[in-house]
């Protein structure tokens, strides 16, 4: 009896000893699988990962790019300022030394940054919303304003930080998850505004928000020889920019959209011409600006100001026409008050024999 009583205490002194060895993980049920199942963006205090090195050509690709790696990604945007014409520009030797070293280069394609894409090492991954949706050069480059082009790049990008860090591959799903439930806000948003304003249409500056606009179900009723010199960073002819004016003072279109990083002498005769009409004008950049935190917001920011933008100017008919409707009830009351009065007048006059008569003309 003894002996047995001995012998589990040695049975339990060894489970101990073996707790001890291989850690309290291995004897608490399920702990480890707890932890697993925690945030996306909970680490361990003792869990040290080196981010991965992203650069990006531009910051509203950037950004997107930030989304979706979340706390193991370092991105780096080239491009970020709304103050210069950004197919003008030129990129500075460290701003390729930044390329260079990535991991990860982001670009956007389609002839819009060449320069990020040059010399690059074939150790360096590249994702590029031109190739995601098959743009080419001569396509219009405003990508980033594609609903196609976003869902596409967030899930390339989901992928690609997935097959460079594996162990966090449900980190970025679940930030993938999270983005596509704000891009689906986003096109719900869209598509309020097509449903609800039918045959709207616009004129551009420069094709900036040209997809933004397709997918709100806006026509692009810019002049074709005024687009073809936009397209190409020319000067509009004398004709083109005429008939651009005539468009806008007689309001054939619902909204100037007016491109702020590719202003000129035509573009601000535009805008004036625009003002003085009472044509509505959405200033809209190239690049994010900076009082926004991502992509997603500031899209969905310019599609509501649109949405309040025919809103207003909505509200504003209605109340046109309301006054209009008074005017012309006052109208015709006031026209029936002097008809029945002429009537009044007409009976008693031919009502009453002892009416004077006019005297006959002589």
């Not at 010399?119 to 991954?125: A, F, G, I, P």
């Not at 992928?159 to 966090?168: E, G, N």
């Not at 609800?196 to 002049?223: C, I, Q, R, W």
């Not at 004398?238 to 003072?249: K, R, V």
Request: glycine share 4%; net charge negative; proline share 4%.
């Amino acid at each position: 009896m003894r002996l047995h009583k001995r012998s589990l205490l040695r049975a339990f002194a060894a489970g101990i000893a073996l707790c001890v060895a291989f850690g309290t993980a291995a004897c608490s049920g399920g702990s480890t699988s707890q932890e697993n199942d925690a945030s996306a963006d909970s680490e361990t205090p003792t869990e040290q990962i080196t981010p991965i090195e992203v650069v990006a050509s531009v910051n509203q690709w950037g950004s997107l790019a930030e989304q979706i790696g979340g706390v193991h990604v370092k991105v780096t945007s080239v491009l970020s300022s709304t103050d210069v014409n950004a197919h003008d520009f030129e990129p500075k030797t460290d701003d390729i030394d930044k390329l260079q070293q990535a991991q990860v280069v982001v670009s956007n394609g389609a002839g819009y940054d060449t320069w990020a894409t040059k010399n690059l090492s074939k150790t360096m991954v590249s994702v590029s919303a031109a190739q995601m949706v098959g743009a080419v050069e001569g396509d219009n480059p405003h990508l980033w304003f594609s609903s196609d082009a976003r869902n596409a790049m967030a899930k390339e990008l989901a992928d690609t930080y997935s097959r460079i860090m594996p162990a966090q591959k449900k980190y970025f799903n679940n930030k993938l998850t999270a983005w596509n439930r704000r891009e689906k806000k986003i096109e719900k948003d869209m598509k309020a505004f097509s449903d609800s304003h039918k045959n709207v249409s616009y004129a551009a500056t420069e094709p900036v928000a040209y997809y933004l606009l397709s997918d709100m179900g806006f026509t692009d009723n810019t002049p074709e020889g005024y687009l073809q010199s936009s397209s190409t960073n020319s000067e509009p002819a004398p004709t083109d920019l005429q008939e651009f004016q005539e468009l806008l003072e007689k309001h054939k279109v619902e909204v100037l959209i007016n491109d702020t990083q590719s202003t000129s002498d035509a573009t601000n005769t535009l805008t004036g011409i625009a003002y003085k009409s009472d044509v509505p004008v959405l200033d809209v950049s190239e690049q994010m600006p900076s009082d926004y935190t991502s992509l997603t917001s500031w899209i969905r920011a310019l599609i509501l100001s649109l949405t309040d933008m025919f809103d207003e100017q909505s509200d504003a008919d209605d109340q046109d026409a309301t006054s209009s409707d008074s005017t012309s009830e006052n109208a015709d009351s006031l026209e029936s008050t002097a008809d029945s009065s002429t009537q009044d007048n007409d009976q008693t006059t031919n009502g009453s024999d002892d009416a004077p008569q006019p005297n006959p003309v002589k």
